[in-house]
Nanobody, 118 residues
């Protein structure tokens, strides 16, 4: 399984950014995003079940971030809106057989840096 993340960049607070993660994940698994701020642990952000498209989020991003997937392109997206400086982090896509909010992913993609300026 290989995952390729893209879409990071610099954005002002209140702005939006969309991350993409393409790869050869397994069709009955979960895919999603984690983030790691400087000097902090890597934390779950959002997840989606590949087959049904059921979504789930960390409380810190609910109502601001939206995860979705395009089965044909085998890509998962993270649309981030109303960004805050505290959203600054390296964002990693990941996949695994169980809920990503409750278990460690089986595979990680490389990170993409998101910087939100105040």
């Amino acid at each position: 399984v290989q995952l390729q993340a893209s879409g990071g960049g610099l954005v002002q607070a209140g702005g939006s950014l969309r991350l993409s993660c393409s790869g050869s994940g397994r069709t009955n698994w979960h895919m999603g995003w984690f983030r790691q701020a400087p000097g902090k642990e890597r934390l779950f952000v959002a997840g989606i079940t590949w087959n049904l498209g059921t979504t789930y989020y960390a409380d810190s991003v609910k109502g601001r971030f939206t995860i979705s997937r395009d089965k044909g392109k085998r890509t998962v997206y993270l649309q981030m809106s109303s960004l805050k400086p505290e959203d600054t982090a390296i964002y990693y896509c990941a996949t695994g057989p169980l809920s990503l909010s409750e278990s460690r992913p089986a595979y990680w993609g490389q990170g993409t840096l998101v910087t939100v300026s105040s």
